[in-house]
């Protein structure tokens, strides 16, 4: 089930007319510390209104233009995908031209609306990302596979470990070292597993976890 869609309302209309203008690269460079912090709903807030007040705008350049790339990213990470579908039917279709980063990103909203979760793993592993892009796409694929995992935990009392192993976009034995790492039954004749809710403090491990991978990929990218 998709997640339930969060409109602009007048109120945040206004409050974009009256926000003092940013030029696109310093808005862009606003996300970026929102998104590598974390707070996706900061960038979301903040990229709704930077849309608005452009197309408000009587006079715009091309610099000025939204970050929708990341604005898509963002919808992402918090799995809102009937946003993130909205957004992308109203970009001009000149900046979805493709081979662009917006065209990969919106690949893998297409993979993941979908169910694609193959295609989805396949494009975040091969597509030459930029360094603004490379840590939040690499966060993105452990929080989809986090959370496909919790889906699947509650789902599924059968599936196959080689579905197990495609959903979450691993090998053959790292599947089976998930399962056995939440105590998941695994049965070795048939290939099958027979997973259980995850418990809260496995969940709470998870999101702990995701925090600390992608500081280590800002540190990285910052510290080569």
């Not at 990213?73 to 031209?97: C, G, M, T, V």
């Not at 979450?168 to 070795?188: C, F, I, K, M, Y």
Request: aromatic residues 6%; charged residues 20%; negative net charge.
């Amino acid at each position: 089930t998709h997640t339930t869609q969060h409109h602009t309302t007048p109120h945040n209309m206004s409050a974009a007319c009256s926000q003092t203008h940013q030029s696109g690269s310093e808005h862009r460079t606003l996300l970026l510390a929102h998104l590598r912090a974390g707070r996706y709903p900061a960038a979301i807030a903040s990229a709704e209104l930077y849309e608005i007040d452009e197309c408000l705008a009587v006079e715009r350049s091309e610099a000025d233009r939204p970050s929708y790339d990341l604005l898509l990213l963002a919808y992402l990470h918090e799995n809102r995908l009937d946003d993130a579908r909205f957004l992308w039917k109203r970009i001009p279709s000149a900046q979805r031209a493709v081979g662009s980063p917006l065209a990969s990103v919106g690949a893998l909203l297409q993979a993941l609306w979908s169910r694609n979760y193959a295609d989805f793993y396949r494009s975040c592993e091969t597509v030459a990302w930029s360094d603004a892009h490379l840590a939040l796409i690499q966060q993105l694929v452990e929080t989809t596979r986090m959370r496909t995992l919790a889906l699947i935990s509650r789902a599924y009392t059968s599936i196959s470990v080689q579905d197990l192993a495609s959903y979450l976009g691993v090998s053959v034995d790292d599947a089976l070292r998930v399962a056995g790492d939440h105590s998941w039954t695994v049965d070795s004749t048939a290939n099958m597993v027979q997973p259980k809710p995850l418990t809260s403090a496995e969940k709470r491990t998870i999101d702990l976890e995701q925090v600390t991978q992608l500081t280590q990929y800002i540190t990285q990218l910052e510290h080569p």
